[in-house]
Nanobody, 126 residues
Framework: QLQLVESGGGLVQPGGSLRLSCTAS????????IAWFRQAPGKEREGVSC????????NYADSVKGRFTISRDNAKNTVYLQMNSLKPEDTATYYC???????????????????WGEGTLVTVSS
């Protein structure tokens, strides 16, 4: 069972930056498609960004394009989500997820994902 652990959340002022990390303790993430989702109170879980395990291609929600960057460091068995120019509407619990399907492009659909982390809270407020 792949267990994902997120870290890096916290309180940041509008316009600030945070870097979230997603890692696994006993399995390699190299060939998994990794997606970040977020869920704000009272709202549905939404896809933020993803990276394909086989091609490295990335995808972003329109709301974060140009501000967020997803990347992976296979040597550290970690996937990152660099979040810049943060806005109050980015406030949410952020979840890392993974699936092992072979695809040229990753998907940001919750029902496609096989494994989930517990989430890390990001609060953007002055």
């Amino acid at each position: 069972q792949l267990q994902l652990v997120e870290s890096g959340g916290g309180l940041v002022q509008p316009g600030g930056s945070l870097r979230l990390s997603c890692t696994a303790s006993r399995f390699r993430l190299d060939y998994y498609n990794i997606a970040w989702f977020r869920q704000a109170p009272g709202k549905e879980r939404e896809g933020v960004s993803c990276i394909s395990g086989y091609t490295g291609r990335t995808n972003y929600a329109d709301s974060v394009k140009g501000r967020f960057t997803i990347s992976r460091d296979n040597a550290k068995n970690t996937v990152y989500l660099q979040m810049n120019s943060l806005k109050p509407e980015d406030t949410a619990t952020y979840y890392c997820s993974a699936d092992g399907a072979v695809r040229s492009m990753c998907l940001m659909r919750p029902y496609n994902m096989e494994y989930w982390g517990e989430g890390t809270l990001v609060t953007v407020s002055s």
